[in-house]
Protein backbone atom coordinates (compact mmCIF):
# COMPACT_ATOMS: atom_id res chain seq x y z
CA UNK A 1 0.00 0.00 0.00
CA UNK A 2 3.05 2.59 0.78
CA UNK A 3 4.73 1.78 -2.28
CA UNK A 4 1.56 2.36 -4.50
CA UNK A 5 1.42 5.99 -2.41
CA UNK A 6 4.45 6.86 -2.84
CA UNK A 7 4.19 5.64 -6.81
CA UNK A 8 1.28 7.79 -7.39
CA UNK A 9 2.71 10.99 -5.57
CA UNK A 10 5.67 10.33 -7.67
CA UNK A 11 3.72 10.14 -10.87
CA UNK A 12 1.90 13.03 -9.38
CA UNK A 13 4.24 15.36 -7.39
CA UNK A 14 2.82 18.81 -8.72
CA UNK A 15 -0.74 17.89 -7.46
CA UNK A 16 0.98 16.05 -4.28
CA UNK A 17 2.93 19.44 -3.61
CA UNK A 18 -0.25 21.52 -4.64
CA UNK A 19 -2.20 19.69 -1.81
CA UNK A 20 0.80 19.58 0.82
CA UNK A 21 0.95 23.54 0.34
CA UNK A 22 -2.81 23.76 1.22
CA UNK A 23 -2.42 21.50 3.89
CA UNK A 24 0.01 23.38 5.31
CA UNK A 25 -1.45 26.52 4.46
CA UNK A 26 -4.58 25.71 6.93
CA UNK A 27 -2.14 25.50 10.07
CA UNK A 28 -0.84 28.35 8.51
CA UNK A 29 -2.41 30.15 11.85
CA UNK A 30 -1.02 27.92 14.37
CA UNK A 31 2.43 27.86 12.88
CA UNK A 32 2.34 31.40 13.15
CA UNK A 33 0.95 31.71 16.83
CA UNK A 34 3.96 29.23 17.67
CA UNK A 35 6.65 31.81 15.65
CA UNK A 36 5.31 34.35 17.36
CA UNK A 37 5.32 33.28 21.06
CA UNK A 38 8.23 31.66 21.00
CA UNK A 39 10.06 35.36 20.18
CA UNK A 40 8.07 36.83 22.80
CA UNK A 41 8.74 33.98 25.52
CA UNK A 42 12.16 35.93 25.64
CA UNK A 43 11.06 39.02 26.92
CA UNK A 44 8.58 37.88 28.91
CA UNK A 45 10.78 34.84 30.86
CA UNK A 46 12.67 37.73 31.69
CA UNK A 47 10.45 40.04 33.12
CA UNK A 48 8.12 36.85 34.60
CA UNK A 49 11.38 35.80 36.50
CA UNK A 50 11.93 39.39 37.90
CA UNK A 51 8.44 40.08 38.98
CA UNK A 52 8.62 36.49 40.92
CA UNK A 53 11.96 37.93 42.73
CA UNK A 54 10.02 41.21 44.00
CA UNK A 55 6.47 39.93 44.40
CA UNK A 56 6.61 37.17 47.28
CA UNK A 57 3.24 37.00 48.38
CA UNK A 58 -0.67 38.66 47.68
CA UNK A 59 -2.85 38.59 45.21
CA UNK A 60 -0.27 39.99 42.34
CA UNK A 61 1.78 36.76 42.88
CA UNK A 62 -1.28 35.02 41.21
CA UNK A 63 -1.28 37.42 38.74
CA UNK A 64 2.92 37.23 37.60
CA UNK A 65 2.31 35.74 34.31
CA UNK A 66 -0.60 37.90 33.07
CA UNK A 67 1.20 40.95 34.30
CA UNK A 68 4.53 39.90 32.65
CA UNK A 69 2.86 39.39 29.06
CA UNK A 70 0.89 42.77 29.18
CA UNK A 71 4.24 44.34 29.73
CA UNK A 72 5.75 42.09 27.14
CA UNK A 73 3.14 43.42 24.81
CA UNK A 74 3.16 46.88 25.96
CA UNK A 75 6.83 46.83 24.93
CA UNK A 76 6.48 45.23 21.84
CA UNK A 77 3.63 47.99 20.75
CA UNK A 78 6.23 50.75 22.01
CA UNK A 79 8.98 49.16 19.31
CA UNK A 80 6.64 48.84 16.67
CA UNK A 81 5.26 52.19 17.31
CA UNK A 82 8.72 53.64 17.52
CA UNK A 83 9.76 52.17 13.73
CA UNK A 84 6.39 53.44 12.25
CA UNK A 85 6.86 57.18 13.27
CA UNK A 86 10.58 57.50 13.29
CA UNK A 87 12.53 54.71 11.67
CA UNK A 88 10.36 54.11 8.48
CA UNK A 89 9.64 57.22 7.58
CA UNK A 90 13.24 57.86 7.25
CA UNK A 91 14.00 54.51 5.55
CA UNK A 92 10.98 55.86 3.03
CA UNK A 93 12.86 59.07 2.56
CA UNK A 94 16.19 57.13 1.87
CA UNK A 95 14.35 55.15 -0.64
CA UNK A 96 12.61 57.92 -2.70
CA UNK A 97 16.26 59.18 -2.70
CA UNK A 98 17.57 56.23 -3.75
CA UNK A 99 15.13 56.00 -6.79
CA UNK A 100 15.56 59.07 -7.61
CA UNK A 101 19.45 58.81 -8.27
CA UNK A 102 19.03 55.65 -9.88
CA UNK A 103 21.20 56.90 -12.84
CA UNK A 104 23.77 58.31 -10.89
CA UNK A 105 24.10 55.46 -8.23
CA UNK A 106 24.52 53.07 -11.06
CA UNK A 107 27.13 55.66 -13.01
CA UNK A 108 29.01 55.99 -9.88
CA UNK A 109 29.18 52.20 -9.49
CA UNK A 110 30.68 51.14 -12.99
CA UNK A 111 33.08 54.37 -12.37
CA UNK A 112 34.27 52.57 -8.99
CA UNK A 113 34.05 49.24 -11.26
CA UNK A 114 36.22 50.50 -14.02
CA UNK A 115 38.80 51.75 -11.17
CA UNK A 116 38.95 48.50 -9.69
CA UNK A 117 40.02 46.81 -13.37
CA UNK A 118 42.65 49.82 -14.07
CA UNK A 119 43.98 48.86 -10.53
CA UNK A 120 44.51 45.47 -11.58
CA UNK A 121 45.56 46.41 -15.32
CA UNK A 122 42.78 44.91 -17.27
CA UNK A 123 42.24 47.68 -19.87
CA UNK A 124 38.22 47.92 -19.96
CA UNK A 125 36.52 51.00 -20.39
CA UNK A 126 33.04 49.82 -19.45
CA UNK A 127 31.24 52.87 -20.72
CA UNK A 128 32.41 51.81 -23.73
CA UNK A 129 29.75 48.85 -23.92
CA UNK A 130 26.68 49.46 -25.23
CA UNK A 131 24.67 47.66 -22.85
CA UNK A 132 26.48 49.80 -20.28
CA UNK A 133 25.46 53.01 -21.67
CA UNK A 134 22.16 51.99 -23.24
CA UNK A 135 21.21 51.01 -19.15
CA UNK A 136 22.71 54.66 -18.24
CA UNK A 137 20.15 56.27 -20.31
CA UNK A 138 17.19 54.52 -19.59
CA UNK A 139 14.46 56.65 -17.77
CA UNK A 140 14.72 55.37 -14.81
CA UNK A 141 12.45 57.58 -12.96
CA UNK A 142 9.67 58.18 -15.89
CA UNK A 143 9.71 54.34 -15.47
CA UNK A 144 9.49 53.81 -11.60
CA UNK A 145 6.31 56.66 -12.17
CA UNK A 146 4.56 54.86 -14.48
CA UNK A 147 4.55 51.60 -12.43
CA UNK A 148 3.31 53.45 -9.43
CA UNK A 149 0.63 54.81 -11.61
CA UNK A 150 -0.32 51.83 -12.91
CA UNK A 151 -0.48 49.77 -9.47
CA UNK A 152 -2.31 52.81 -8.03
CA UNK A 153 -5.16 52.98 -11.03
CA UNK A 154 -5.42 49.55 -11.12
CA UNK A 155 -8.73 48.59 -9.75
CA UNK A 156 -8.01 44.73 -9.82
CA UNK A 157 -5.01 45.58 -8.21
CA UNK A 158 -6.47 47.49 -5.64
CA UNK A 159 -8.74 44.81 -4.89
CA UNK A 160 -6.50 41.84 -5.05
CA UNK A 161 -4.57 43.74 -2.73
CA UNK A 162 -7.42 44.26 -0.55
CA UNK A 163 -8.35 40.32 -0.15
CA UNK A 164 -4.72 39.73 -0.15
CA UNK A 165 -4.04 42.02 3.02
CA UNK A 166 -7.69 41.34 4.58
CA UNK A 167 -6.42 37.19 4.24
CA UNK A 168 -3.15 38.04 5.36
CA UNK A 169 -3.81 39.81 8.50
CA UNK A 170 -6.74 37.45 9.49
CA UNK A 171 -4.09 35.05 9.72
CA UNK A 172 -1.83 36.88 11.63
CA UNK A 173 -4.39 38.11 14.13
CA UNK A 174 -5.70 34.20 14.88
CA UNK A 175 -1.80 33.75 15.17
CA UNK A 176 -1.74 36.14 17.65
CA UNK A 177 -4.36 35.06 19.73
CA UNK A 178 -3.03 31.53 19.43
CA UNK A 179 0.37 32.78 20.74
CA UNK A 180 -1.43 34.36 23.71
CA UNK A 181 -2.75 31.43 24.61
CA UNK A 182 0.66 29.25 24.34
CA UNK A 183 2.28 31.81 26.35
CA UNK A 184 -0.56 31.93 29.30
CA UNK A 185 -0.88 27.95 29.31
CA UNK A 186 3.03 26.71 28.03
CA UNK A 187 3.78 24.60 31.06
CA UNK A 188 0.12 22.97 30.60
CA UNK A 189 0.67 22.72 26.43
CA UNK A 190 4.06 21.12 27.59
CA UNK A 191 2.75 18.55 29.78
CA UNK A 192 0.13 17.64 27.44
CA UNK A 193 2.55 17.20 24.54
CA UNK A 194 4.67 15.02 27.39
CA UNK A 195 2.13 12.41 27.54
CA UNK A 196 1.09 12.99 23.77
CA UNK A 197 4.87 12.02 23.55
CA UNK A 198 5.19 9.27 26.09
CA UNK A 199 1.88 7.53 24.46
CA UNK A 200 3.40 7.60 20.62
CA UNK A 201 6.77 6.61 21.78
CA UNK A 202 6.92 5.10 24.84
CA UNK A 203 10.75 4.18 25.74
CA UNK A 204 12.26 6.88 23.75
CA UNK A 205 9.67 9.98 25.22
CA UNK A 206 12.02 10.91 28.30
CA UNK A 207 15.03 11.45 25.30
CA UNK A 208 12.59 12.86 22.88
CA UNK A 209 11.49 15.65 25.74
CA UNK A 210 15.33 16.14 26.97
CA UNK A 211 16.22 16.89 23.12
CA UNK A 212 12.88 19.64 22.89
CA UNK A 213 14.43 21.03 26.25
CA UNK A 214 17.56 21.71 25.17
CA UNK A 215 16.39 22.74 21.07
CA UNK A 216 14.43 25.71 23.34
CA UNK A 217 17.26 26.81 25.69
CA UNK A 218 19.65 26.96 22.59
CA UNK A 219 17.29 28.61 20.25
CA UNK A 220 16.00 31.01 22.64
CA UNK A 221 19.71 31.79 23.67
CA UNK A 222 20.34 32.02 19.78
CA UNK A 223 17.62 34.60 19.07
CA UNK A 224 17.86 37.23 22.29
CA UNK A 225 21.84 36.78 21.32
CA UNK A 226 20.91 37.85 17.50
CA UNK A 227 18.38 40.69 18.77
CA UNK A 228 20.89 41.90 20.99
CA UNK A 229 23.35 41.94 17.78
CA UNK A 230 20.59 43.50 15.49
CA UNK A 231 20.11 46.14 17.96
CA UNK A 232 23.42 46.98 18.75
CA UNK A 233 24.90 47.10 15.01
CA UNK A 234 22.32 49.04 13.76
CA UNK A 235 22.30 52.03 16.55
CA UNK A 236 26.34 51.90 16.08
CA UNK A 237 25.90 52.24 12.20
CA UNK A 238 23.15 55.32 12.57
CA UNK A 239 25.32 57.10 14.79
CA UNK A 240 28.30 56.76 12.80
CA UNK A 241 27.12 57.10 9.48
CA UNK A 242 25.16 60.06 10.81
CA UNK A 243 28.23 61.83 12.78
CA UNK A 244 30.01 61.52 9.46
CA UNK A 245 26.88 62.66 7.31
CA UNK A 246 26.86 59.59 5.36
CA UNK A 247 24.21 59.02 3.02
CA UNK A 248 20.92 56.62 3.51
CA UNK A 249 21.98 56.64 7.00
CA UNK A 250 18.49 55.03 8.29
CA UNK A 251 18.24 52.54 5.52
CA UNK A 252 21.98 51.01 5.22
CA UNK A 253 21.70 50.84 9.54
CA UNK A 254 18.31 48.92 9.16
CA UNK A 255 19.52 46.53 6.06
CA UNK A 256 22.39 45.64 8.46
CA UNK A 257 20.59 45.17 11.37
CA UNK A 258 17.88 43.06 9.58
CA UNK A 259 20.74 41.18 7.22
CA UNK A 260 22.73 40.78 10.47
CA UNK A 261 20.09 38.26 12.23
CA UNK A 262 21.53 36.05 9.78
CA UNK A 263 24.09 34.41 11.40
CA UNK A 264 28.03 35.44 10.34
CA UNK A 265 27.06 35.96 6.91
CA UNK A 266 24.38 38.55 7.45
CA UNK A 267 26.36 41.98 8.47
CA UNK A 268 28.57 41.09 5.92
CA UNK A 269 26.00 40.63 3.13
CA UNK A 270 24.01 44.09 4.61
CA UNK A 271 27.71 45.82 4.75
CA UNK A 272 27.91 45.11 1.32
CA UNK A 273 24.75 45.99 0.37
CA UNK A 274 25.39 49.54 2.23
CA UNK A 275 29.32 49.89 0.83
CA UNK A 276 27.10 49.98 -2.98
CA UNK A 277 24.37 51.77 -1.78
CA UNK A 278 27.07 54.13 -0.66
CA UNK A 279 29.61 54.36 -3.46
Not at 197 to 203: N, P, S
Request: overall charge positive; glycine content about 6%.
Amino acid sequence: AFALIGLAVVLHLDVAMEYTGWIISLFNPLIYGGFIAFILNVPMRFIENKLNRWIQKGFLKKKVRLISLLITLILAVLVIALLSWIVFPKILESLMNLVNNVSVLLRNFFENFSDILAYFHVNIDLFDVKQVEKLLSMPWQDMLNQIVSWVGNSANGIVSTTVAFGNTFAVWFTGFMFSLYILTSKETLAFQFRKVVTVCFKDKAESICQIGVRANKIFSSFISGQLCEAIILGCLYLIGMKLFKMPFAELISTIIAVSSLVPVFGAMFGMMIGAFLIF
